[in-house]
């Protein structure tokens, strides 16, 4: 059974750092493109980032490009997402999400979902 | 980046009848020559991450009833419940995944009438 156990959210300055971790299980973690998708409170998803199978590519939103970073350890099968430079507007639930097609591209719909972690940016 | 713009917002269905949401793309989301139309259908209900019911635009996930179905091809997308179920309120989103910059469409929420 796959599994998504995201961690890592909390309270933050605007300025703030933070890192996210997405612990998976039940699947062969390095054959699939992991992404990230938040959605602040009351408004629909939006996504952040996705990052091939392999680790060689990543993809970002313009409203994050230069401050997020995504990585992952496949031999731990974690995805990480490194949030700089936080400012109020990145305030949102963050889940990651696992894409549901093989080969690790990022031509692929997120399939599986974590529970998601909260971040909050306020003074 | 690409636009999803789905119709309508907000919509009020009685139990039994046909809900159609519509979606939108600003460009072609559809490898035409390999009939691939890179569009998902997600379910979100409060508390809950979104689900995904519809993929490649008319391909029903595993354990979908199939009341749901999608259509569609380029810039031009449906999500079609054909007998509404009280269990169906929630918000349903458009996806493309043509673009490496994957974006939602706004959401249209469905409410017993």
């Known amino acids: 059974e796959v599994q998504l156990l995201d961690s890592g959210g909390g309270s933050v300055q605007p300025g703030g750092s933070l890192r996210l971790s997405c612990a998976a299980s039940g699947f062969p973690f390095s054959n699939y493109a992991m992404s990230w998708v938040r959605q602040p409170p009351g408004k629909g998803p939006e996504w952040v980032s996705t990052i091939t199978g392999s680790g060689g590519s990543r993809y970002y939103a313009d409203s994050v490009k230069g401050r997020f970073t995504i990585s992952r350890d496949n031999s731990d099968n974690t995805v990480y997402l490194h949030m700089a430079s936080l400012r109020a507007e990145d305030t949102a639930l963050y889940f990651c999400?696992?894409?549901?097609?093989?080969?690790?591209?990022?031509?692929?719909?997120?399939?599986?979902w974590g529970q998601g972690t909260m971040v909050v940016v306020s003074s | 980046d690409i636009v999803m713009t789905q119709s309508p917002d907000f919509l009020a269905v009685s139990l039994g009848e046909s809900v159609t949401i519509n979606c939108k793309s600003s460009?072609?989301?559809?490898?035409?020559?390999?009939?691939?139309?890179?569009v998902a259908w997600y379910q979100q209900k409060p508390g809950q991450p979104p689900k995904v019911i519809v993929t490649?635009?008319?391909f029903r996930e595993p354990g979908v009833p199939d009341r749901f179905s999608g259509s569609g091809s380029e810039t031009d997308f449906a999500l079609t419940i054909s007998s509404l179920q009280a269990e169906d309120v929630a918000v349903y989103y458009c996806?493309?995944?043509?673009?490496?910059?994957?974006?939602f469409g706004q959401g249209t929420k469905l409410e017993l009438k």
């Open positions: 999400a696992k894409a549901n097609c093989t080969g690790g591209g990022a031509t692929c719909y997120p399939g599986h």
């Open positions: 996806l493309q995944f043509y673009s490496k910059v994957y974006t």
């Open positions: 460009q072609s989301v559809s490898y035409s020559s390999r009939n691939k139309n890179l």
């Open positions: 490649w635009a008319s």
